[in-house]
């Protein structure tokens, strides 16, 4: 039976613990790289911004953060603050995971708002600030480190097990949450006199975003949790919690994106008047589900949901009718 609080297999588990982290910094830095023209777009305005984009940038860019930064600081010998360090460290992985799940949370919450949906709305909202204080008590209590002088380096000598396994556990648990609110705004869009008896593609593909997205957390957050529960050592604890991060903030990342119009494919479908999937998520198109921003005379935000009723009813729908344009559409179709 394994010693696990044997000084040697402690090292041994945080020397591993170091290894994934390398591994994951070439791993996420790979996805980083190949999701780059996103940002260029963005910044081209070839892309239209949403308020979605927020969440993803700022997760993308505190993960790149917080492996860099882990990275570095365990390659370094030089003297640190290892206690302001490693917590830091917890609390930008931390804050990944959390701007991961508002990513996710956002599309739904904002058809939720649309259709004044207040209860389920306040439910994804004091859920989210529920993790939000997660994230605080990740940074103030999770992880306590010191200078290691034999070593030249940090040790961590204690874990919050405890505050650890509950924040990846109620990580898993918003997650199934917003996927359940997603499914129950794609019901009550299907409920709306307008749209009964008509399939809303914009909807399904939102909740099967979510069920890919839910299966990926839950294959990663229930381990950390589990591991952090057991609290065999201070090195066990943590040592599952860096992957976990890292794919729950890249699944987002592709959720948001797995139905954009950059593939050749999508472009010739523009072309030849073909609705696809990668349209109807991605693009602000009239008779689409699209966040909408608009500025009007005061200064003052409009977000809203443009909900039209000329919905592609299959995808045998030919060019002429996707292309025609019915009274509705013409009164809600946005502004560019």
């Known amino acids: 039976?394994?010693?696990?609080?044997?000084?040697?297999?402690v090292f041994y588990v945080f020397f591993l613990y170091e290894q994934i982290a390398v591994f994951l910094l070439g791993f996420y830095g790979?996805?980083?790289?190949?999701?780059?023209?996103?940002?260029?777009?963005?910044?081209?305005?070839?892309?239209?911004?949403?308020?979605?984009?927020?969440?993803?940038?700022?997760?993308?860019?505190?993960?790149?953060t917080a492996l860099l930064f882990f990275v570095i600081t365990g390659r370094s010998r030089s003297r640190i603050a290892?206690?302001?360090?490693?917590?830091?460290?917890?609390?930008?992985?931390?804050?990944?995971?959390?701007?991961?799940?508002?990513?996710?949370?956002?599309?739904?919450?904002?058809?939720?708002?649309?259709?004044?949906?207040?209860?389920?709305?306040?439910?994804?909202?004091?859920?989210?600030v529920v993790q939000f204080l997660y994230v605080i008590l990740q940074g103030i209590l999770t992880v306590r480190a010191r200078w290691d002088s034999k070593s030249a380096s940090c040790?961590?000598?204690?874990?919050?097990?405890?505050?650890?396994?509950?924040?990846?556990?109620?990580?898993?648990?918003?997650?199934?949450v917003i996927l359940g609110m997603t499914l129950l705004a794609v019901h009550r869009v299907h409920t709306e006199k307008m749209y009964q008896?008509?399939?809303?593609?914009?909807?399904d593909a939102l909740c099967v975003q979510g069920i890919w997205y839910v299966a990926a957390t839950c294959a990663v957050n229930i381990p950390v949790s589990t591991l952090a529960f057991l609290n065999l050592n201070p090195g066990m604890n943590i040592l599952l919690s860096l992957p976990a991060v890292t794919i729950s903030v890249i699944a987002s990342s592709l959720t948001l994106f797995a139905f954009d119009d950059h593939n050749e494919k999508d472009s010739e479908?523009?072309?030849?008047?073909?609705?696809?999937?990668?349209?109807?998520?991605?693009?602000?198109?009239?008779?689409?589900?699209?966040?909408?921003?608009?500025?009007?005379?005061?200064?003052m935000i409009d977000s809203r949901i443009i909900l039209d009723d000329d919905l592609r009813l299959d995808d045998k729908a030919d060019s002429a009718e996707s292309e025609s344009a019915t009274p509705s559409t013409a009164e809600h179709s946005p502004i560019v």
Not at 1 to 7: L, S
Request: proline share 4%; hydrophobic share 45%; charged share 20%.
């Open 82 to 128: 290892c206690d302001v360090a490693y917590r830091t460290f917890a609390s930008l992985g931390s804050g990944a995971a959390m701007l991961a799940s508002l990513t996710l949370c956002s599309r739904p919450a904002a058809i939720l708002w649309t259709l004044r949906q207040r209860w389920p709305l306040a439910v994804l909202v004091v859920m989210g």
């Open 1 to 9: 039976m394994v010693k696990w609080e044997d000084p040697n297999v």
């Open 269 to 299: 479908g523009r072309r030849t008047g073909e609705s696809r999937a990668s349209e109807l998520v991605s693009r602000p198109l009239p008779g689409n589900l699209t966040t909408h921003i608009s500025m009007d005379a005061a200064g």
């Open 30 to 64: 790979t996805q980083y790289l190949w999701s780059a023209y996103i940002e260029w777009e963005l910044i081209t305005r070839k892309r239209a911004f949403r308020i979605v984009h927020i969440p993803w940038l700022l997760a993308r860019y505190v993960m790149l």
């Open 197 to 203: 008896g008509r399939r809303w593609r914009v909807g």
């Open 155 to 176: 040790e961590v000598y204690n874990s919050d097990n405890n505050v650890l396994g509950g924040f990846y556990l109620y990580t898993f648990v918003y997650d199934v």
